[in-house]
């Protein structure tokens, strides 16, 4: 397993490797890249400032991958995800899973991403024409989390 909070951008396709040439049982690696968007809400977005608690963030995605991984038949997971000044069309978080087969590895994915949404302490700023703002947490993340319980 594999956590990773940082600033600066990653090779998703290098990351990815890393785990499909880990193992010679692996049969699939599901995978999940979130970027920056130039709307939301309506308002054109110029920027996006993330925020963490550091130790504690890495503390909280760890719990999520072994949540994944005690639901699951996976074989590695790996989460990074980044921090700091963003533009529109950066990556912001890569979610990767490997297993023996697909449909493991889609649904842990799935639920590592869902709870990363709302359970990871991570705090949103973006710019927009309207000035600046606090992203709160959307009611459609919670919906994705409870579906898992």
Not at 13 to 33: P, Q
Not at 76 to 102: E, K, M, N, Y
Not at 106 to 113: L, V, Y
Request: glycine share 6%; aromatic share 8%.
């Amino acid at each position: 397993m594999t956590v990773r909070v940082q600033t600066q951008d990653f090779d998703a396709g290098f990351e990815i490797s890393l785990l499909r040439n880990a193992r010679k049982d692996t049969g699939a690696v599901v995978s999940f890249i979130g970027q920056v968007r130039d709307l939301n809400e309506g308002d054109t977005v110029s920027q996006l400032t993330l925020e963490h608690y550091p130790g504690m963030t890495e503390k909280a995605l760890e719990a999520i991958v072994n949540q994944a991984q005690s639901r699951w038949d996976i074989f590695d997971a790996i989460v990074i995800h980044r921090v700091g000044i963003l533009q529109p069309t950066d990556q912001i978080v890569l979610v990767a899973v490997s297993s023996a087969h697909r449909g493991e590895a889609f649904k842990a994915c799935e639920f590592i991403m869902d709870y990363l949404k709302t359970e990871a302490p991570f705090w949103k700023k973006e710019v927009t024409s309207q000035g600046e703002r606090w992203v709160d947490a959307k009611l459609t993340d919670d919906d994705a989390r409870e579906r898992w319980k």
